[in-house]
């Protein structure tokens, strides 16, 4: 036990943001398959999962409901789902934690989540979606960026093999959800492009907050949409 205390305390030094955020999935998915009682099925009858997961008729129910695009981020399909993301997240998450700091990796991070719902609400709306892998992507994209900006060709064609290397398991595999890991994709490039070419941090954080500022106006203009088409939702009646 002392030993695991110690390799945790290791890794959180390494990288805090990107430890935190991992550890915060596998909590989210461990809440789920308690109450689910099962670690293959735990989006089950589990009333968490019911309330974040990414749909977009459940997201015009109230006020609350597009935080369902962050919510969803955090909940996974069993425990190989869970695994593969944090595993990805951890090991590109901890470099570019390293290099533009805990506060500006973080926005990183949850602009790509947040971008991949909003793909996924305009692009697939009819299915339910989860997981971090909006994330997983847009830290790929700020990975390969980073390393082309070192001019290290060695990080450089690691990144850009891992991005093809997902992406054609994303396109054979089914019940994947192809929107989402392009939406976070996306998202990440344009954060590459900003955090390569910018001098000074201002001009990152600018850069960086107008991708999420971009992403976040997309998918409420879906959300409201959407809630004008059917004029059912709770959303609605709060915002007229």
Not at 17 to 39: E, I, P, R
Not at 59 to 70: F, H, K, N, Q, T
């Amino acid at each position: 036990m002392r030993e695991v205390k110690r390799v945790l305390r290791r890794l959180f030094r390494q990288a805090p943001a990107t430890f935190t955020l991992c550890a915060a999935n596998v909590v989210v998915y461990l809440l789920t398959a308690v109450q689910s009682l099962s670690f293959l099925h735990n989006l089950d009858e589990s009333s968490l999962a019911q309330h974040w997961v990414l749909y977009l008729p459940d997201m015009v129910d109230s006020i609350v409901g597009p935080l369902r695009a962050v919510g969803a981020t955090f909940l996974h399909d069993g425990p190989a789902h869970l695994l593969f993301n944090i595993v990805m997240i951890y090991l590109l998450g901890r470099e570019v934690e390293k290099k533009i700091g805990h506060a500006l990796f973080s926005t990183v991070y949850f602009a790509g989540g947040v971008s991949g719902s909003a793909l996924s609400v305009w692009l697939d709306p009819q299915h339910a979606v989860v997981g971090a892998s909006g994330s997983a992507y847009a830290l790929m994209a700020v990975f390969a960026g980073l390393a082309a900006k070192r001019r290290g060709r060695t990080d450089l064609r690691g990144a850009i093999t891992l991005i093809l290397v997902n992406l054609g398991f994303s396109v054979l595999s089914p019940g994947v959800s192809l929107a989402g890991h392009a939406g976070g994709l996306t998202a990440g490039i344009v954060m590459a492009v900003v955090l390569t070419i910018a001098r000074t941090m201002l001009m990152r954080w600018g850069g960086v907050l107008a991708v999420f500022g971009s992403v976040v106006g997309a998918l409420m203009t879906r959300v409201i949409e959407f809630a004008d088409q059917f004029s059912t939702g709770g959303l609605w009646n709060s915002l007229h």
